[in-house]
């Protein structure tokens, strides 16, 4: 058997694996209005040194998002403690604390806020506590990844486009996330290297959840993916949140709000 890599991990798990050692610090650059040179090192806050401008928008997005029932506060402290702005170009960075998501090249979004907090509100409610290993399919610009790892022990997050799956690194490199690996690989396989996991959670929707996803999912774990269903009513198949729990008995299927992913594709390019 595979050995499992200790906590934190390192990048010596899979060949493509990395893990994101961050360094204490904002991006440096000059080019976005809200980012401002690095702060102190010690107990330092990202989203604070980003200056007032971004706090303050910061704060009225998460007000906004504690008033939804649906909301875990957990996910709010958790979104909270993220400069979402730091994510997207620059030329966006206003519009980061909008409850909206954004492109982030290649054809791909940057969830809206609302959405990362209600799949990871379901991921605390429905997976257990305290959540151990997580996996996200998906990692895009590493957004959802960086908060999922204030809520999970270990974040493992795969995108499928190399391209991304850099930005992501990059992105994340001056955070203090040391619980987070990236990888570069087709999430429709899963990442059997972590298995099993206690969560997953997709950020692209398919017509169906690979079994593969099921094989690594633990006992007592549950699955969150955006996915095609037929209501039976004649209408045209639509994407809605679907969340699969694993038990010994079985899995038990939900299917929950429609919502509007970008598609699920294999392959890595
Ligand atoms: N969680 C991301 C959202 C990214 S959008 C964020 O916070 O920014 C969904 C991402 O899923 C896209 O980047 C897309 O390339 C990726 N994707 C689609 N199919 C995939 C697959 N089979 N494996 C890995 N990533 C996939």
Redesign the pocket.
Known sequence: MKERPSFPATGAIAPRAQTVRAKSGVKSTTTSPLVQKPGPQQGYSPIQAAGEWAVAHQRRLMDRLQADPHVDPRVVQAMGRIPRHQ?VDSALAAQAYEDTSLP?G?G????KPSI?ARMLSLMLTKGPQPLGRVL???????????VMSQLAKEVY?????KQ?HEK?RSNVRTLLVRNLHLIL?????GFPSGAPYDVIV???G?DLIPDAWLAQLAVGGCIIAPTVVNDGSGRAPSQALVVLEKSLSGVKKSVFEPVQ????????A
Do not use: H, N, W
């Not at 791909?108 to 969830?111: D, E, P, V, Y």
């Not at 690989?185 to 396989?189: E, R, T, V, W, Y």
């Open positions: 994510f982030i290649l791909q979004t940057i969830s990362v996200e399919i998906g990692s895009g610009c590493g957004y959802q990844a960086t997050s795969i995108e499928r486009l991304l992501a690989g087709d999430g429709m396989l997709s950020a692209a398919g992913f970008v598609p699920l594709k294999s392959g890595v």
